[in-house]
């Protein structure tokens, strides 16, 4: 083991932790809050990137504090296509996500774990801790996470089984599972998930859903379904990748490259509203555009709402008749189909994330996310993903 991190009188800062987070009400288990107390992060995430994008490296004063916070610390990053841009491809997740993930997981003695994200591992020794490492599978798609993350479970003692692989894929060899928690974001159930869980298990996964982060709680009712609700709490997660060299998941971009001449239109709909944070609205927006993204601020002076084929931009300043000029480019008229999301929106009273609830068959075109009531009136199908299709 390194000196420095060797050295470290850390067991008052993960006590620490773990007392903010009994506080926040998000770690309600005493047995969660022992593993949190006596699993050392700093082990699991010996350099990390500070909020100013500076190295901290073990040893410093702020890592040490930067590690035993309740923040997203992020570990890995490659170059975008580019070449310029870097993206974020690996990460320890914000300690309070984790363990309202850890608690909706709702484990017990002799539950076999299937982790898909291994990271960094802390996440994994968190499940040996609970359940005892025979119990606790992992995959990642990154080989040189899994050596380092083998590496850093084994210096305390702890020796679950990982294997490099597509998370999508699942773990057949050993399944079934009682359990699957997924520590990146996906747009759609990999049908093996749905397969090799057990009867009466459990999934708990964030839904890829842009700026909404909706956590997804789901059920085996069947032995080819799952359904379940949609958790308030929200969990921003980097996507599930499919190759280890991509750091963009299925369905992401860079950009957005639109072809054509511009198109006009007018709006009676304040851009503005899309700038403040709403989570609840971006679910709903994503359901009506899974690939949608919004940009802009009040000193750019518009807002740009775009996926990857089409793009529409909306000055923040309207007309002197009250309305605002819109600009179309591409294929898709974008920004009609976000009017009409608002209106139904608002006419379906504003629905925050926990009336909508998603039913899933090992099936990719027959899985959606509803609303209120699985047989309601109200449904949308979650977005078919190519690195997923059978």
């Known amino acids: 083991m390194d000196t420095v991190i060797d050295d470290i009188d850390w067991e008052p800062h993960a006590a620490e932790l773990a007392a903010q987070l009994v506080t926040q009400g998000v770690l309600t288990d005493p047995t969660w809050a022992t593993a949190f107390t006596r699993t050392p992060r700093h082990l699991f995430t010996p350099r990390v990137l500070g ?14 504090e930067a590690v035993y916070c309740d923040t997203a610390l992020l570990t890995q990053t490659t170059p975008a296509g580019d070449g310029e841009q870097e993206l974020p491809t690996s990460s320890s997740s914000k300690p309070a996500v984790m363990a309202v993930m850890l608690d909706r997981l709702n484990t017990h003695p002799g539950h076999r774990v299937l982790e898909i994200g291994t990271g960094t591992g802390y996440n994994t020794a968190l499940l040996c801790h609970r359940l005892g490492e025979g ?11 899994i050596e380092a993350a083998r590496e850093h479970l ?11 692989g597509d998370g999508a894929e699942g773990w057949a060899g050993h399944a079934p599972f009682d359990r699957i928690l997924t520590t990146c974001a996906i747009a759609q159930i990999p049908p093996e998930w749905i397969r090799q869980l057990a009867d009466g298990g459990r999934i708990i996964a964030p839904l890829d859903a842009g700026d909404a982060g909706p956590l ?6 069947a032995p080819d379904e799952v359904t379940g609700r949609i958790d308030p709490y929200p969990a921003w997660f980097m996507p599930l990748r499919q190759h280890a060299e991509n750091p963009l998941g299925p369905g992401h ?3 957005f490259t639109t072809t054509g001449m511009a198109h006009y239109g007018t709006t009676t709909l304040d851009p503005a509203s899309l700038l403040a944070h709403n989570p609840d609205l971006a679910l709903f927006l994503w359901l009506h555009l899974p690939a ?15 996926t990857p084929d089409s793009l529409a931009e909306v000055q923040l300043t309207p007309g002197k008749d009250g309305s605002w000029e819109v600009v179309h480019r591409g294929p898709r008229r974008l920004w009609d189909t976000i009017e009409h999301a608002i209106t139904a929106f608002q006419a379906l009273g504003r629905p925050d994330r926990s009336r909508f609830g998603v039913t899933a068959m090992d099936d990719l075109d027959h899985q959606c996310v509803w609303l209120d009531d699985p047989n309601g009136a109200h449904s949308f199908p979650l977005p078919r993903v190519a690195a997923l299709v059978d």
Do not use: F
């Open 51 to 64: 909020d100013d994008g500076a190295l901290l490296l073990a040893g410093q004063r702020r890592w040490l």
């Open 135 to 145: 119990n606790v599978y992992s995959v990642d798609i990154h080989p040189g996470l």
């Open 154 to 164: 084994a210096q305390i003692g702890c020796h679950p089984r990982l294997i490099t």
């Open 216 to 221: 997804l709680v789901l059920d085996k009712t």
């Open 292 to 306: 949608l993204r919004v940009a802009g601020d009040q000193q750019s002076g518009s807002v740009v709402v775009h």
């Open 253 to 255: 971009s860079t950009g």
